[in-house]
Nanobody, 121 residues
Framework: QVSLVESGGGLVQAGGSLSLSCAAS????????MGWFRQAPGKERELVAA????????YYAGSVKGRFTISRVNAKNTVYLQMNSLKAEDTAVYYC??????????????WGQGTQVTVSS
């Protein structure tokens, strides 16, 4: 059974930064892609950023490109999301997810409990 535990959410002013972490256990972390999703009230969940098993390929939603950076340290079974220049519209619950395969674009089947990010304007 996969366990994904996010940390690092909180309240920040617009223009500020936050760093999210997700610690994984229960599956060979280094073999699978990882992603960060978010869901704002009244909106559908969206993929924000994703990374291949070895970090060789990444994906960013257009709304966060240039502001967010996803990274992973396989030796620590951890994936990170560095969020800079935060905007009020980044406010959401952020979820860590583990992919079904090694590539980020092959779907996700395990989810963390989520961490709240609130950006005040």
């Amino acid at each position: 059974q996969v366990s994904l535990v996010e940390s690092g959410g909180g309240l920040v002013q617009a223009g500020g930064s936050l760093s999210l972490s997700c610690a994984a256990s229960g599956r060979a972390f280094s073999s699978y892609a990882m992603g960060w999703f978010r869901q704002a009230p009244g909106k559908e969940r969206e993929l924000v950023a994703a990374i291949d098993w070895d970090g060789s390929d990444t994906y960013y939603a257009g709304s966060v490109k240039g502001r967010f950076t996803i990274s992973r340290v396989n030796a620590k079974n951890t994936v990170y999301l560095q969020m800079n220049s935060l905007k009020a519209e980044d406010t959401a619950v952020y979820y860590c997810a583990m992919g079904r395969r090694s590539s980020w674009n092959r779907g996700y089947d395990s989810w963390g409990q989520g961490t709240q990010v609130t950006v005040s304007s």
